[in-house]
Nanobody, 118 residues
């Protein structure tokens, strides 16, 4: 079955950096687009970064220039490098996969908590 395991979150001061990882299983990783979502308390889950199967990237305006998404198809893993973190980046971060029919999967991992605070 499909599974996502996110890791790398933590507590960081404003302006700091974190690198998140997500290991995917149960899918043919190389043909799926991958994305990072986040959900802050009391808010809806939002898509912040996408990397297509061919390596193109798309970012939400709120993270553009600060976050970088990448993937390693040999490890079935997607990464999110987060720099210049702000308190408003505080959220639980999740990864997901979009199939070749452009449908995001309905399976979610446990997520990884990112807290930006002084």
């Amino acid at each position: 079955q499909v599974q996502f395991v996110e890791s790398g979150g933590g507590l960081v001061q404003p302006g700091g950096s974190l690198r998140l990882s997500c290991a995917a299983s149960g899918i043919i990783f190389s043909i799926y687009d991958m994305g990072w979502y986040r959900q802050a308390p009391g808010k809806q889950r939002e898509l912040v970064a996408t990397i297509t199967s061919s390596g193109s990237t798309i970012y939400a305006d709120s993270v553009k220039g600060r976050f970088t998404i990448s993937r390693d198809n040999t490890k079935n893993t997607v990464y999110l490098q987060m720099n210049s973190l702000k308190p408003e980046d505080t959220a639980v971060y999740y990864c997901n996969a979009r199939n070749p029919f452009s449908v995001w999967l309905s399976v979610w991992g446990q997520g990884t908590q990112v807290t930006v605070s002084s």
